[in-house]
Nanobody, 121 residues
Framework: VQLQASGGGLVQAGGSLRLSCAAS????????MGWFRQAPGKEREFVAS????????DYADSVKGRFTISRDSAKNTVYLQMNGLKPEDTAVYYC???????????????WGQGTLVTVSS
């Protein structure tokens, strides 16, 4: 499984960005998908996840109500819509794939390269 994240950039506080993660895999619908982030000097942390079928999602408390994860099985792509961005959202964002059925914060088997999101105050 190869994952290619894109959509990062520089945005002002309060702005929006949409990240995309394209999966090169024949059976995209058999993977739960997740987004993680790592800020400078900090450990990588969970952001959001979505189940195989897209019916179940999970969010970190810090992004709940501002970020939305979704997936398009026809395009083998998972998205992270980020609204109301804050400077503390600045990080490298990574997408990941898990063989688990449900949305999960753990147990990811494949990781993509990161895409940098910078939020200016």
């Amino acid at each position: 499984v190869q994952l290619q994240a894109s959509g990062g950039g520089l945005v002002q506080a309060g702005g929006s960005l949409r990240l995309s993660c394209a999966a090169s895999v024949r059976s995209f619908s058999t993977y739960a998908m997740g987004w993680f982030r790592q800020a400078p000097g900090k450990e990588r942390e969970f952001v959001a996840s979505i189940s195989r079928g897209g019916g179940s999602t999970d969010y970190a408390d810090s992004v709940k109500g501002r970020f939305t994860i979704s997936r398009d099985s026809a395009k083998n792509t998972v998205y992270l819509q980020m609204n109301g961005l804050k400077p503390e959202d600045t990080a490298v964002y990574y997408c990941a794939a898990s063989r688990k059925l449900m949305a999960t914060r753990y147990g990811y088997d494949f990781w993509g390269q990161g895409t940098l999101v910078t939020v200016s105050s």
